[in-house]
């Protein structure tokens, strides 16, 4: 349980590396949206 309360990874940067990836896969998410609607 230990892992989950570092990040999931169990180092400081897990959380930050994780966040990333979710800001990342929401923008891309954004685009499918939008380019889905200009279409």
Do not use: D, K, Q
Request: aromatic letters at 12%.
């Amino acid at each position: 349980m230990s892992a989950y309360g570092c990040g999931g990874y169990g180092y400081g940067s897990g959380l930050a590396r994780t966040a990333v990836i979710v800001l990342v896969l929401f923008i891309l998410l954004v685009i499918i949206l939008a380019a889905g609607i200009y279409v």
